[in-house]
């Protein structure tokens, strides 16, 4: 009889989202007359930029051509968007990433989950609290999370950093040795930023004690403070201690399109194996490229034309973000996040609980959110908002959220 991993049934089921949906179509149902405004998603709402649909035109014709035919790529993805990447993310930066340590992938999601194939089972795993749920999830289904405790909502063999309000929804340092450290800023879901002096001691720990950090900056465009940087390798020593994951998805509308980059630096190596190797074996091994007219889509992004008009899209984001951030301020909520983020996350009233006060705003206020509890434990007490809606709808939304407060 064969052997299944036993690790799946370990899983709790995926409450958060599905949870959302049964609570909003039974609303819904009950209520037919009532036209909802979601603010819970996370997708993007804008179409794809002008430059980047040209692009994939411009490839598409090509491929219909014998000479701009192509076939199955170089798996680390085409040298025109890993050289346009090296150098106007990076380069230009100050940061000296080179073209051959990224690896273009089809998901921030992917690379965040496939990462895990690169590492022992016995290494000691630390996330944040709340958390993107793909950290906790890909290590459970690997046999490094342990056991999942129904009534703390936590795994046994995880090290959970809480993020709360007390220490600005910034991880400290975990009292005892952790070897993969899962950071991510901008944060999904309180949108808390993190900046050069804050990231430091996490860069001197992991390369204190051969910890890798895995840097998330699915979100770093959405950065607009001064001195807070856009890449962990802009943090002298990073190069040597993480794994930096980036996304074109709310970057540039690209969540249905799929491209996303991996950095791996050459200089790091533990336990005398580089880890850009040990990638590049990886991919190699079980991936075969992203298409090729999606990677020219991604490239135009690179180009004068093309980062103006991502910048727009962003703009129209980052208005919305001000908009929830301001009004549910003004209705009398303690929020935070929104400013380089797309996320606000917002302290529900009176200690009342995620859940009830999600149904509160469905029902009242017919506004969909998402409750903050279904991040982890410490994200009770909190919703999050996000700025991909519409920007009417937007307005709207906050109306009415201040009208039930
Ligand atoms: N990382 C974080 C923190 C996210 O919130 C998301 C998407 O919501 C992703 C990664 C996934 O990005 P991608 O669409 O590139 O898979």
């Given at each position: 009889m064969v052997q299944m991993n036993a690790n799946f049934q370990k899983l709790p089921g995926s409450y958060l989202f599905s949870e959302i949906a049964r609570r909003v179509s039974a609303y819904t149902e009950a209520n037919p007359d009532k036209k909802l405004i979601k603010l819970g998603i996370g997708d993007v709402t804008l179409p794809l930029p002008a430059a980047v649909t040209a692009a994939m035109h411009a490839a598409v014709d090509e491929m219909a051509t014998a000479g701009g035919f192509h076939g199955y790529g170089p798996e680390q993805g085409y040298a025109f968007l890993r050289d346009a990447i090296a150098r106007q993310d990076y380069q230009d930066r100050g940061v000296s990433i080179q073209p051959d340590e990224i690896f273009i992938s089809d998901g921030a999601k992917s690379d965040c989950g496939n990462i895990?194939?690169?590492?022992?089972?016995?290494n000691k795993v630390a996330v944040c609290?709340?958390?993107?749920p793909v950290y906790v999830d890909t290590n459970a289904m690997a046999g490094r999370a342990g056991d999942f405790n129904e009534a703390t909502g936590r795994w046994s063999n995880l090290v959970y950093m809480p993020c709360v309000a007390e220490n600005g929804f910034l991880p400290e340092l975990p009292r005892e040795d952790v070897d993969m450290i899962y950071l991510c800023f901008p944060n999904n879901p309180t949108g808390a930023a993190a900046t050069k002096e804050q990231l430091l001691p996490w860069v001197e720990y992991a390369n204190r004690t051969g910890a890798v950090l895995l840097y998330d900056s699915a979100y770093e465009t959405f950065i607009t403070t001064p001195g807070v940087p856009h890449t962990i390798y802009e943090i002298p020593g990073a190069e040597t201690c993480a794994i930096e994951f980036r996304s074109f998805s709310k970057t540039a509308g690209f969540t249905g399109t799929r491209c996303a980059y991996t950095v791996v630096p050459k200089a790091l190596v533990r336990q005398g194996l580089s880890l850009n190797a040990m990638w590049n074996r990886r991919q190699c091994t079980k991936f075969n490229g992203v298409p090729y007219v999606v990677q020219r889509g991604a490239a135009a992004i690179y180009t004068p034309e093309g980062r103006a008009q991502v910048q727009a899209n962003l703009a129209v984001y980052q208005e919305n973000a001000r908009v929830i951030r301001e009004g549910l301020a003004a209705a009398g909520l303690t929020v935070s996040g929104g400013?380089?983020?797309p996320y606000v996350w917002a302290q529900t009233p009176n200690g009342m609980g995620s859940w009830a006060f999600f149904d509160r705003l469905l029902k009242e206020a017919n506004v969909v959110t998402t409750p903050g509890a279904g991040f982890g434990?410490?994200?009770?007490g909190y919703i999050r908002l996000t700025g991909f809606g519409e920007r009417e709808a937007t307005r709207q939304a906050v109306e009415r959220i201040r009208g039930v407060l």
């Open positions: 895990v194939d690169l590492f022992g089972l016995d609290d709340p958390v993107y400013v380089d983020s434990p410490s994200g009770e």
